[in-house]
């Protein structure tokens, strides 16, 4: 009994010696991350070795730092989630979490953060999970340099890259995910920070948000997403520097806008989408020197926007660079500079002295009526353009930019 | 036959109408295809050219040519040969003079700038074009005995269908826009090889999706390989039918 004893000393002196140094090692056998987890006291490292853990839901209910090699793997066998933590200021890092399984009833994820603030995630890999990371009721956690990736491209069983409701104050940054539902996913999340983010080859949508209000999105890159990205019921959206690329497709968007008020969108990209920003009920929106080019629609701006202004963009050979849906216009459109402008100059101000109507009468035609899409690119509807800019009587008149600048801006 | 497509041949060449024509499709494509940095857009503004100068050259220079050459014909028709052959003769070797100047003005610089599916819709859609007005010339011709009302004719046959007939299709889709017309207009677009080519290029392109940002039933009809194979079979009729007619009608000819 006493050797008994004596021995349990001995380890346990051994073990907060060595978390004191460098954390305490976990090697693959079974169940030795679940005990690691359970035996570690709050502070402890746990440093994840090479190798594959076959273990589930493990529940982390302690400020532990969680710590990977390039090869520490684990493995959902793809039935089960993997982590589920639920303590503040937990740290899991540069670990590979896989093969996440898939149900109807729980969203099972890779890492699930539950009631928990300040925890990090950073620098994992996530392959082929239904969720990567799934954030519920967290604040102030910070998801740094993830990748996270899935081969399902499945929208109705697909779970989605950064999923987090209810949430406040988060940092989303510099991560990659690809191939999942929606890239990154938001609802009642708030003043929260997303930035450098890549987000590309999604089903659905490259980012995803509603009712998550006062949150800034800067220099992310959202491309070739099934429906590009979309953004409901929110007020002071702040988006600057982004890229949206080739979101193209029957009913694709480089950014759809519903019910948005008081935001900002500004030096941001827009090339090759089938629409550029497609805004619907939309309250002071400020639009202001982003780049429209080679899209099919810039801009679709539907007459229940108001108050929004669109100043200094660029529009570059978009197919069409404004539609709208009716003859009421409460928006501003000032100070642009279009490439398809045929106005003149005369005093040399650099501001164009005939105002330019962004509404071609087709796009009247073809918003009005869909099936007149058949004579797109047809002979006559390029001259009713040239007849109508001439006489307009179809074009919504208000819909006009004063000021069009001569030169393109330079941004 | 062959001796006779040969020296219409050599007269078409001696003409230097078509190399003319040759030169300014070639001119336009070089320019057209070198100044736009985006390759699917000057394959676009290619299309417009095709779409307009094609039918309207196509269908003009035809017509005349038939019209001026009514005397070589006759001479001909004296000899033992065969009114249908005699005039098939006429139709293959001005068709293929157009043909072939269309692919050396339009195809070679496609080929130089920009190849892929698209381009190779678009020189097939060119050719077809060509085929088709140059038979509308040839049933001009054989309804019109007066040289200056079978120009007439051809003018407004052409304007008909680059122009007044997408009128006459964007007033129908006007006045019926309440009902179901998606189906009712695949009808009315196959009345209309202009159009025909259009849809055939346009959907090679990326643009093809704005076609079908409403869902519209042509596009995912017209996009698959059923409706390209409509399509095509759509202007190979427009070809043979004007031809069998025009044959008809020579043979009763009172020349």
Not at chain 1, 290 to 317: E, H
Request: charged letters at 15%.
């Amino acid at each position: 009994m006493r050797v008994v004893i004596a021995f349990a000393v001995i380890v346990s002196v051994f073990q907060t010696t060595s978390c004191l140094s460098m954390g305490i090692k976990v090697y693959p056998t079974l169940n030795s991350l679940r005990n690691a987890i359970s035996n570690a006291h709050s502070g402890d490292t746990l440093l994840l070795q090479n190798g594959i853990f076959k273990e589930h839901d493990l529940v982390v209910k302690k400020r532990i730092v969680l710590k990977g090699t390039v090869n520490s793997i684990i493995d959902g066998e793809n039935k089960f989630q993997a982590f589920i933590v639920q303590a503040d200021s937990v740290v899991i890092d540069g670990i590979e979490i896989r093969d996440i399984g898939r149900s109807s009833i729980t969203d099972m994820a890779g890492i699930r953060i539950v009631n928990a603030n300040f925890v990090t995630i950073s620098g994992n890999r996530f392959v082929n999970n239904t969720y990567g990371i799934y954030l519920q009721n967290a604040e102030r956690c910070n998801i740094i340099g993830n990748t996270i990736h899935s081969d399902f491209k499945d929208e109705v069983s697909g779970g989605n890259g950064i999923h987090a409701w209810k949430s406040n104050h988060l940092l989303v940054k510099g991560n990659n995910i690809s191939g999942h539902r929606d890239g990154i996913y938001f609802e009642f999340v708030t003043e929260s920070q997303i930035i450098s983010n890549i987000s590309f080859g999604n089903a659905r949508y490259g980012l995803h948000f509603m009712f998550s209000h006062n949150d800034t999105y800067s220099s992310n890159t959202f491309k070739d997403n099934g429906a590009g990205v979309a953004v409901m019921y929110s007020r002071g959206v702040v988006m600057l520097n982004n890229d949206f690329l080739h979101n193209w497709g029957d009913a694709s968007y480089g950014l759809l806008l519903k019910e948005i008020t008081d935001s900002k969108i500004e030096h941001n990209h827009f090339i090759r989408n089938t629409v550029g920003i497609h805004m619907e009920g939309t309250t002071r929106v400020d639009v202001k020197q982003n780049l429209f080019q080679d899209n099919g629609w810039a801009l679709r701006v539907q007459a229940s926007c108001s108050g929004s202004n669109f100043t200094g963009n660029n529009f570059i050979g978009n197919s069409f660079d404004v539609a709208t849906n009716g003859s009421l216009m409460l928006n501003l459109f000032d100070r642009n500079f279009w490439d398809k402008y045929d106005g003149y100059d005369l005093n040399r101000n650099g501001v164009g002295d005939v105002p330019y109507y962004p509404v071609s009468v087709y796009s009247v035609i073809s918003e009005k009526i869909p099936s007149a899409m058949i004579l797109y690119h047809s002979f006559l509807t390029d001259i009713i353009d040239k007849v109508e800019k001439v006489m307009p009587t179809m074009i919504p008149d208000k819909l006009k930019d004063d000021n069009p600048i001569i030169k393109k801006i330079a941004l | 036959m062959k001796t006779i497509v040969k020296y219409v041949m050599l007269d078409l060449v001696k003409n230097k109408t078509i190399i003319v024509y040759a030169i300014i499709l070639g001119l336009l494509s070089v320019s057209v295809l070198s100044m736009d940095s985006n390759s699917s857009k000057g394959i676009l503004s290619l299309l417009n050219i095709t779409l307009l100068f094609v039918p309207i050259i196509g269908i003009l220079f035809s017509t005349i040519y038939f019209f001026n050459s009514i005397e070589f014909t006759e001479l001909l028709l004296a000899q033992p040969i065969k009114r249908k052959t005699m005039l098939l003769a006429q139709y293959i070797a001005v068709a293929a003079a157009l043909c072939i100047a269309y692919v050396l003005g339009v195809g070679i610089p496609i080929a130089i700038f920009y190849s892929g599916l698209a381009a190779f819709t678009l020189l097939i859609s060119g050719l077809f074009l060509t085929l088709i007005f140059s038979a509308l010339a040839l049933l001009i011709f054989v309804l019109f005995k007066d040289k200056t009302k079978g120009i007439g004719a051809a003018i407004i046959v052409a304007l008909f269908f680059t122009l007044l007939f997408d009128g006459l299709l964007l007033s129908f889709i006007y006045s019926f826009s309440e009902y179901p017309i998606d189906k009712p207009l695949l009808g009315l677009i196959s009345l209309n090889p202009v159009d025909l080519g259009r849809i055939l290029v346009l959907l090679q392109l990326d643009v093809a999706v704005m076609m079908g940002y409403s869902g519209a039933l042509f596009k995912k009809f017209m996009g698959s390989a059923t409706g390209s194979i409509y399509t095509v079979i759509c202007m190979i009729f427009w070809i043979i039918f004007p031809i069998i007619m025009s044959a008809r009608i020579f043979r009763k000819k009172d020349l």
